[in-house]
């Protein structure tokens, strides 16, 4: 069995019928959790569509290629903050020419990145069909999409069949110390991508011990906490953001301990979360933020 049958039947069902009736709609959303492969399946499905079988044959004049002409992915660049019009431009530039094959595909990962002229632009090529373009959508923050173009694509939900399992498989060799291994298991219930994102046991140590720093009542922890933040955090707001997936987990899995204190913790997180992704604030200033 295909890996994404096993993943997303579901899914997998219902792009395979798309693929044998050679008739794809004209945009798509993939929604759903961080890290399980969302993107993965839009460029499955495209090669598949493209190959006339699904999963691909891997042999005929479509499959040859390692990265298809008539596929475009379209994502943040390094170094960039938002899914910029300029890249949204050059996908319709690429729809305008005629496919290599007989069909083009444009995936936009972490579509809920696009700034407003770019979901402007993406509205006017949605509207404006060529008849052998599909748009694939791809994100994790569907509150993200504005309701125009969400009105206009069809939405596909992905979830793991067995998620007990896909995280079993994920995290094995990776941490040796159970205690982690139960928390993380939590965590990346909420946020499958924490197991890609989190790199050694000893990372996710370092958060772990951040969090406890925050926490703390005693004004020492406290600067211990801001030490973490300027050594470990600094400018990352990747790592700044595995830093508050983690601390919502801990707060929800300690509800009873903290009472009214964690309400004042969610807001803080909550504020946390806007500074840092929707005003992109220095992550260093952001996390500090929560122990004031
Ligand atoms: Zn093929």
Not at 28 to 54: E, H, Q, V
Not at 91 to 100: D, N, S
Not at 200 to 227: G, R
């Amino acid at each position: 069995m295909n890996f994404f049958e096993k993943l997303f039947p579901e899914n997998f069902r219902f792009f395979s019928e798309v693929v044998r009736n050679s008739s794809s709609s004209r945009a798509y959303i993939f929604w759903g959790p961080d890290g399980i492969g969302k993107l993965s399946f839009a460029k499955f499905f495209a090669r598949s569509f493209l190959c006339g079988t699904m999963p691909p044959c891997g042999f005929c004049s479509q499959c040859v290629f390692e990265e298809h002409p008539d596929i475009l992915v379209v994502s943040r660049k390094e170094g960039d903050e938002r899914l910029k019009a300029e890249y949204i431009r050059e996908a319709i530039r690429f729809a305008r020419f005629q496919p290599y094959s007989f069909f083009k595909f444009i995936i936009f990962s972490e579509a809920h990145l696009m700034t407003q002229q770019s979901f402007s632009a993406l509205l006017k090529a949605i509207e404006e069909p060529k008849q052998y373009v599909t748009y694939i959508l791809v994100t994790s923050k569907i509150d993200f999409i504005p309701p125009t173009i969400l009105s206009r694509c069809i939405r596909v939900r992905f979830f793991p069949k067995d998620f007990n399992t896909f995280v079993m498989e994920k995290l094995k060799g990776k941490f040796q110390n159970e205690n982690f291994v139960s928390l993380v298991q939590k965590i990346a219930f909420a946020n499958p991508s924490i197991i890609d994102m989190i790199d050694s046991e000893e990372e996710f140590s370092k958060i772990w011990e951040m969090i406890e720093s925050a926490v703390a009542e005693k004004p020492e922890f406290k600067s211990n906490f801001v030490n973490l933040v300027e050594y470990y955090i600094d400018q990352d707001r990747e790592k700044a953001r595995k830093f508050l997936d983690v601390f919502e987990v801990f707060l929800l899995s300690n509800a009873e301990k903290f009472k009214s204190s964690s309400i004042i913790f969610w807001e803080k997180l909550k504020k946390a979360r806007i500074m840092l992704d929707t005003y992109f604030m220095n992550p260093k200033f952001v996390l500090a933020s929560i122990i004031f």
